[in-house]
């Protein structure tokens, strides 16, 4: 029997859609208004133990798209998170009990420092930063999503890779006990993503620990997850519990799943078709039942950002 | 009231509702009256019809074993019935993608259909189902004769196709249309199996019923019942 938990935030106490648009509008006027250069506030990170807390602290960036924001409801219901179940909605059904705190990362690899980090301890140097980006997913289908979350250049930094690090390999947590997904072998636990590291200290990638101006979800990844918006949507790794720095290219969940449909660069390209279907065009969650799929964007739009990174690159081999 | 009777009179009709009951139910998700299509609606109401199109062809595929198996000849009576309604649920199934998914945009819907190959089995698989669903009517069959078998044994082929359709736009997980394809094999390995028990007995001559078509014999028995019906 599935018993579903009822969401302990009353209606009242969640923003609706409209006063955040507005609130964002409200923050730019009065930056403007001040005529203050906004330089960064330089807090350090706090992140609320809770789901749906209000995350304080938090700047805007010059990467945020202008588009409007899909739903609370439509972000939070519609995920691909194996780890609880290969259907949409499984995360939403399946995530609610999972217990994103305490939590553990550990850094290791081809770095001055390294260690295990409480979650609290590893995002404390690190500022709030508010990116509105696309989401395209490999299914062609995309979002546009407000994250919260820190640079992940400034977390490379922090951690002083050796000339050695060539890439950083993230993991997924494995407890097949709070994650039901992982009690059948869909793919080879635990979730493997990574980057170069030219990708991963781009000013776009993002380590994300929230939506909304809120806690991130447990089914969006909680509580914190990698964000790469010019790159599919598998890249982005969940509830990360390691983050190695590699000499070599690291394995991928997706491309050791199957390596003719996934590769490791996963950038969003139209040209470069998935082997069983089209990737010229995407369907935009939440554009309603009659809207047409809309043409998808080289690099998902981000070619300005992004498109030197792959200068040398065939793309149509490094899919 | 006979029997007869009663299945066209009460049974047919109530069966007919219940399988509208899926199609129905996706109108009034879609106008969120009885629940809701969620964040993807084109996809779900893709889904869901082509769904209901699998289910109710192994539903079809299994009437004539469980009649077999059962007895219970009065099942052959919603088989068209059944058969019209995977028509029907492939039909919807289509359209949606047509309309709500391709937008009626020629270029992509003819590199689906030529460069998708799960796109052009499932179309294969709604072709053989538009020539059965025109020719399932009694005039037609009485007048195509052993032709109109022929054709409508395509139903497995339909069956086939279906689940290899399925099978090939899945990502990764397999579970479902594993499932369908287990109860597919099942029907066609029944199949496969009464043909061969026959084929033997037909050898050493054991069952007067061997020597004719198993649809001959439930013409036969059609044709008894409808004069036992005119004589009472």
Redesign the interface.
Known sequence: MLIRKRADVRPSEITSRENYLNRRSFMKSGVIAGGVAFAGPGFGAVVPREPRDKLDDVSSSEFSTDETPNSYEDITTYNNYYEFGTAKEDPFENAGDFRARPWTITVDGHAEKTGSFLFDDFIKPFDLEERIYRMRCVEAWSMVIPWVGISLAAVVKHFKPLSSAKYVAFETLVDPVQMPGQRRRVLDWPYREGLTIAEATNPLAILAVGIYGEVMPNQNGAPVRLVVPWKYGFKGIKSIVRMSFVDKQPKTSWNMAASNEYGFYANVNPEVNHPRWSQARERRIGAGLFAAKQPTLMWNGYGEHVAHLYTDLDLRKNY | MDTLRQIRLIWKPAVFVLCLIPASLVVTD?LEITGK???????E?QDRFGNWGLRFIMITLAVTPLRRISGWNWLLRFRRMFGLFTFFYILMHFLAWLF??Q?L?LA?IA??LTE???ITIGFTAFLLLIAMAVTSTDGIRRRMGRRWDKLHTSAYVVGVLGVWHYW??V???F?EPLIYAVILALLLGYRLWWRRRRRQRTKRGTSPLAISDSDQAHRAAQTASQDLQRIR
Do not use: H, M, S, T
Request: aromatic share 8%; charged share 30%.
């Open positions: 879609a299509l969620g964040a993807n609606p084109v996809e109401i709500l998914d937008g945009l992509a590199e689906d998708r190959p799960f090939w736009q990502k990764l997980d579970a």
